[in-house]
């Protein structure tokens, strides 16, 4: 099992460009979300989806689309790049939302808008 | 809303060391409680876990007791090494009930680093 993979691991925008952050598991979960990691802020849920075709927002979801077509893929768009969205992108797993299911995490994606 | 206050950091100690990294929670009715841990470069991995009061979960010399009574989860480990170092993360799910749907609320971290 390769687990939760992100791609690309670097990425420098311009403001106002837009780009697509990959993430996919391999291990049939139900649940994947998107966080941004800021300095001393921790991690803050930015969308999430509870299956294929079901998708919904978290504490910081402007700027960013997702959609959820396939169980294995869960990509995060954003629209017109800013440099409010530097930041380190997670995307994470788990069999399902309950509270006792460990939610895997992929290794990030380092984001930089100029 | 729910929320986690960790210990401010950074925190240094030299190898052999006992550690101790404070975290309280505020949340609605009985959360699950985790703590995280992310080495340079990596992404977060799950270190421990407990779901309802007076668990104690543990992991690599890791220990953490979800205390009710005093809404903490405090890590602690008796002797750290050097491989120890890295960002820690103490974190809450709220349980059925509500529209958690598997959110995490973090706490902001604390840098670790031991050394020899």
């Known amino acids: 099992n390769a687990g939760v993979t992100q791609t690309p691991k670097f990425q420098v925008l311009k403001t106002g460009q837009s780009m697509t952050l990959q993430c996919a598991q391999d291990?049939?979960?139900?649940?994947m979300s998107w966080y941004r990691q800021d300095p001393g802020m921790g991690l803050r849920l930015i969308h999430y989806?509870?299956?294929?075709?079901?998708?919904d927002q978290g504490e910081v979801p402007n700027g960013y689309n997702v959609s959820r077509s396939t169980t294995e893929d869960f990509p995060l768009r954003l629209l017109s790049a800013a440099p409010s969205q530097t930041s380190v992108y997670f995307c994470?797993?788990?069999?399902?939302?309950?509270?006792?299911?460990?939610?895997?995490f992929g290794p990030g994606t380092r984001l930089t808008v100029l | 809303g729910d929320s986690v206050t960790q210990m401010e950091g950074p925190v240094t100690l030299s190898e052999e060391a006992c550690l101790t990294i404070?975290?309280?929670?505020?949340?609605?009715?009985?959360?699950?409680l985790f703590w995280y841990v992310q080495y340079p470069g990596e992404g977060l991995q799950l270190l421990l876990k407990?779901?309802?009061?007076?668990d104690k979960g543990s992991n690599k010399g890791f220990e953490a007791t979800y205390r009710k009574e005093t809404t903490s989860f405090h890590l602690e480990k008796g002797s750290v090494q050097v491989s120890d170092s890295a960002v820690y993360f103490c974190?809450?799910?709220?349980?059925?009930?509500?529209?958690?749907?598997?959110?995490?609320?973090f706490g902001q971290g604390t840098i670790l680093t031991v050394h020899p």
């Open positions: 974190a809450l799910i709220r349980t059925a009930g509500g529209t958690s749907y598997g959110k995490l609320t």
């Open positions: 989806s509870v299956g294929a075709g079901i998708t």
């Open positions: 407990a779901t309802k009061a007076d």
């Open positions: 404070n975290c309280t929670y505020t949340a609605t009715g009985y959360p699950s």
């Open positions: 994470a797993s788990s069999y399902s939302f309950s509270s006792t299911d460990t939610q895997y």
């Open positions: 291990m049939n979960h139900e649940y």
